[in-house]
């Protein structure tokens, strides 16, 4: 099947840097791209998405980058801020209609 | 408000009896999918609806069955639960499959 992986499970920073997430995927097929946020207690949040006729784009304080060559997803967040604090998930959607989930990464911003 | 609304938000249960997971959403949106939360695993998809009358399995459908009558209505069923089913739920809804999904707040089901 396929495999949507985190690169680390946690990530630390300090308040006020950037923060850089990053996601392995799998399938070459796959043509739509999304950032989670989901805070304790709470479900997923979007953050951002990318097609994959894209390679960068960018929302406010979030840019993702989508490398197709070697199937690699990043979430760069700028000036992180304690309210980042949270698990970010990707995931990436096939041209089969179904969504695959990575399996997060923990960010702690230390103030 | 624009929202995905589950119910209940905590079941604890015991095998065999079968139960329902209700999901609705306010937003006409045509795509609606189920999600189970398992720790070091990530959202796998269970199901998922293209739009009214349209199911299909998602990663990890066995033991489960959905129907989609209504665009609103995405409920999920467990026939004979088992402990292995022992999770946190999530539906989600959007407008379209490749578009971003709004997530409810989550089922948390315990199977005894």
């Known amino acids: 099947g396929e495999s949507v992986g985190l690169h680390l499970p946690t990530l630390s920073v300090q308040e006020g840097d950037n923060s850089i997430i990053n996601c392995a995927y799998s399938?070459?097929?796959?043509?739509?791209f999304i950032w989670y946020k989901q805070e304790s207690g709470k479900g997923p949040q979007f953050i951002i998405d990318i097609r994959s006729n894209m390679d960068k784009r960018q929302g406010q304080r979030v840019t993702v980058l989508l490398n197709k060559t070697v199937k690699h997803l990043s979430l760069q967040i700028a000036a992180t801020q304690p309210g980042d604090s949270a698990v970010y998930f990707c995931?990436?959607?096939?041209?089969?209609?179904?969504?695959?989930f990575g399996t997060g990464t923990s960010l702690t911003v230390i103030p | 408000e624009a929202q995905v609304t589950q119910n209940p938000r905590y079941l604890i249960t015991v095998t065999g009896k079968k139960l329902t997971v209700t999901c609705s959403q306010n937003m006409n949106h045509e795509y609606m999918s189920w999600y189970r939360q398992d720790p070091g695993l990530g959202l796998r998809q269970i199901y998922y609806s293209m739009n009214v009358e349209v199911t299909d399995k998602g990663d990890v459908p066995e033991g489960y069955k959905v129907s989609r009558k209504e665009k609103r209505n995405f409920p999920l069923i467990l026939e004979s639960p088992s402990p292995n089913q022992t999770s946190l739920y999530f539906c989600?809804?959007?407008?379209?499959?490749?578009?971003?999904?709004?997530f409810g707040d989550g089922t948390r089901l315990s199977i005894l």
């Open positions: 399938n070459s097929a796959s043509d739509y």
């Open positions: 995931a990436e959607y096939n041209t089969g209609n179904q969504f695959y």
């Open positions: 989600a809804s959007s407008l379209q499959g490749n578009q971003p999904q709004h």
